[in-house]
């Protein structure tokens, strides 16, 4: 990048400010997406923490915390042994002050069993003064990652999608999408539906990962695909029936007309009295009209079905 006259081109400054925040992130992803071992002490803090998400750390594939740069190199080195990366595809990233979160979808083999995935996946990073990684959690879910790892069931595993036309961010939007989506909560945790679904595009999808009823594992009743008013509908019904929030803490991160909301929560569900703590991505899109075009949920969806149907692994 040319930043010559960068004093006179705020564009270039901030787009310099930006790429040099990704400089390592990047780096990891081309040394991730070839399976190789990567140059730890380039790329990460002493102090670093990788937690791949899922409190479940028996059950779901990794999952666990990783603290130090002996423990995530140990991490990626057993991934690339146990899992054969057949395609990385970067989708798109946000970046606001040291965080970074990067989607992505990953087709692979796990050496095991010989089924195959095709999941997305999404890691929000932070960074210190020189760009280096001290902390990440991939978010996931958890539930449909421990199937190909099982001899049982289909050979080939597909997740919950979000939208690819939603994938590139613009970031030349004016409005505050944070603001846009913390109305939407509100409205929606007090009962407002009506205004909660007025701050929608018509074409409004919802893409919560997870299988949902009309799945081969119909274990939780709110995950998948809706779209639209009479989906957004359908899946208020799905979750506010069945379960109960208890306890909610989030912050959001925000970048053009993309709102990432890291979440910690705790919820009730109603039928059983069960409780669950998740930690959950939500990832908000808007279109130039500052209506919401997508809302992607990634939750630790093995400890979700876990609640529901405590027997279901047994």
């Not at 479940?56 to 995530?72: L, M, N, R, S």
């Not at 449909?144 to 997740?159: M, R, Y």
């Not at 939750?299 to 529901?308: C, F, G, H, N, S």
Request: proline share 4%; net charge negative.
């Amino acid at each position: 990048m040319d930043l010559a006259n960068v004093s006179k081109d705020d564009k270039t400054w901030k787009e310099h400010l930006r790429e040099r925040k990704l400089v390592n992130i990047r780096k990891f992803y081309e040394y991730f997406r070839k399976g190789e071992v990567m140059p730890f002490n380039e790329l990460f803090t002493d102090y670093a923490v990788w937690i791949m998400n899922g409190r479940w750390t028996d059950k779901v594939p990794f999952a666990g915390t990783y603290q130090g740069k002996e423990q995530i190199a140990g991490l990626f080195e057993k991934y690339f042994k146990v899992l054969d990366i057949i395609e990385f595809k970067h989708e798109y990233e946000i970046v606001d002050g040291c965080e970074i979160v990067v989607h992505f979808n990953l087709k692979a083999r796990v050496e095991a069993t010989n089924k195959t995935f095709d999941m997305e996946f999404f890691d929000h990073f932070k960074v210190d003064e020189k760009a280096k990684i001290f902390f990440c959690r991939r978010y996931y879910d958890t539930f449909t990652f421990t199937l190909p790892f099982q001899t049982k069931g289909p050979s080939h595993i597909v997740d919950t999608k979000t939208n690819p036309k939603n994938h590139k961010i613009n970031l030349d939007f004016k409005y505050d999408p944070a603001r846009l989506v913390w109305s939407i909560y509100e409205d929606f945790y007090a009962g407002r539906l009506d205004a909660a679904k007025a701050a929608a595009n018509p074409d409004f999808e919802i893409s919560y990962k997870g299988p949902g009823l009309e799945s081969e594992n119909p274990l939780v009743p709110y995950p998948g695909k809706y779209y639209g008013m009479p989906g957004m509908d359908k899946f208020m019904m799905n979750l506010g029936l069945t379960a109960r929030m208890d306890y909610i803490d989030r912050y959001f991160l925000v970048e053009g007309n993309c709102v990432e909301i890291i979440f910690y929560e705790d919820w009730t569900v109603i039928e059983n009295g069960n409780m669950y703590s998740v930690y959950t991505l939500n990832s908000w899109l808007f279109d130039e009209n500052g209506k919401a075009i997508e809302m992607m949920c990634s939750p630790d969806l093995y400890e979700i079905a876990k609640a529901y149907h405590p027997e279901f692994d047994s």
